[in-house]
């Protein structure tokens, strides 16, 4: 492993891997370190949503916006090798009420440069034939898309390399270089770095001048925390704190189908609701969508149970339930496993993506919650732009990592 590198990046998911291929685009030395496998968290145990539908207008709607574009031009030439599809989002209103209130996002989102076109009920057979012909109506939105997350995660990657990056998997961060002193101790004599970790809540200040793990160290000006659910214990180990938690939902994957049964990813209106609660509890509104090998994905659940990847029935059953109450004929359609993930939530629903003044040298890219693989593209062009001193593309501030100790954190995500 390299003793010396212009950025570390810490996590091996779609986000870390689009801010090392960016940043090697860039011209800087990039060495990527991961605990686990490529894509061996949330990036492996995702639908690959690349969405502006489901965003209220704001700060995080702007973002998918310019990933979605990110994706789609400056990552254009690349997206068969992680079967990126302009398949389209259909969200779907069951009832007249919901239609109305779906209507009014959609104006709101429409006024935010969202491409979106009202569908009456009577048109939605002509877009999803085995649809149920419950439904009042919906919304078309062409800017969805869905790519495969752990093949962007591992190409990505791949072109870093080819730029020079380094990639050590199996490789965890016990502790951070620090300059000036040994941090939660007394002073490194002769001011050189330190090489323990630091201590939570003592020692925020010392500037981060790399990395320590059970291979080495890796010195660098900046590290980006980009660990997904356990960003914030990384932040921990530079003294700062970071309010990530772990979001648990599953995946229901069907028997292979023939193509088309499901042609857009389609959606109940109520999930933007879904996504935006902070509630603890089970939350569960369906998402539905086909693969290229046949199979459809069944979402989504959301709830806070910390790391548990014990079964629940109770989210099994919730899955089948919106599905079918989508697709009647998917009733008799067998199941042929399910899987969960941990989404990695903020309280107030925004990603972390920038530097952390608390710590000097330390940045992130985390935060991103279910959201995580649409905006990975964005995020990862900005820190490169960031890193190396260019204007970014978006204004990074309401992302900033130190805006939860100002008490805005509880703050609607929307406008």
Not at 72 to 98: M, N
Not at 204 to 219: E, I, L, Q
Not at 221 to 247: H, I, M, S, Y
Not at 324 to 335: E, K, N
């Amino acid at each position: 492993m390299p003793k010396t590198a212009d950025l570390v990046v810490i996590g091996a998911g779609v986000v870390g891997a689009a801010a090392a291929w960016f940043a090697t685009l860039a011209g800087l030395r990039v060495v990527v370190v991961d605990r686990g496998a490529i894509a061996g968290g949330t990036s492996g145990a995702g639908e690959g949503n690349v969405l502006v539908s489901d965003k209220e207008p704001g700060p995080e709607l702007e973002l998918a916006r310019y990933s979605r574009q990110v994706w789609g031009e400056d990552l254009g030439p690349y997206g068969e090798w992680w079967e990126f599809e302009r398949k389209g989002g259909l969200v779907v209103a069951s009832t007249p009420a919901a239609l109305g209130a779906l209507r009014t996002l959609a104006e709101r989102q429409r006024a935010r440069g969202v491409v979106v076109r009202e569908v009456s009920g009577a048109e939605l057979p002509a877009l999803e034939p085995r649809l149920t012909r419950e439904a009042a109506g919906g919304a078309l939105y062409p800017q969805d898309a869905q790519v495969q997350p752990m093949l962007a995660a591992a190409h990505l990657l791949r072109l870093a390399r080819r730029r020079g990056a380094v990639v050590r998997t199996g490789t965890e961060v016990v502790g951070f270089l620090r300059r000036g002193r040994r941090t939660g101790g007394p002073a490194t004599p002769g001011g050189g770095d330190a090489a323990a970790p630091a201590t939570p809540g003592g020692g925020a200040g010392a500037p981060v001048t790399g990395v320590r793990t059970p291979h080495g160290t890796v010195s660098a000006p900046a590290v980006l925390n980009a660990a997904g659910t356990w960003a914030g214990a990384v932040a921990g180990l530079a003294g700062v704190e970071l309010p990530v938690l772990p979001r648990r939902g599953f995946v229901l994957v069907t028997e292979p189908l023939p193509p088309a049964t499901v042609r857009h990813k389609v959606y109940a209106a109520d999930y933007v609701d879904a996504v935006a609660s902070s509630d603890a509890e089970l939350q569960a509104s369906p998402v539905v969508e086909g693969t290229g090998g046949g199979t459809v994905l069944i979402g989504s659940t959301r709830e806070r149970v910390g790391f548990d990847r014990r079964p629940s029935p109770a989210a099994v059953r919730a899955l089948a339930r919106g599905a079918i109450g989508l697709f009647p004929t998917l009733a008799s359609v067998r199941a042929m496993r399910v899987y969960a993930g941990f989404r990695p939530y903020c309280p107030d629903h925004l990603p972390v993506i920038g530097p952390d003044p608390r710590a000097p040298g330390l940045w992130h890219a985390c935060g991103h919650e279910g959201a995580g693989i649409g905006l990975a593209a964005g995020t990862g062009k900005l820190i490169a732009q960031a890193l190396t001193g260019e204007a970014t593309d978006l204004d990074l501030t309401p992302f900033a990592p130190e805006r939860f100790d100002e008490g805005g954190a509880d703050e609607p995500r929307g406008e």
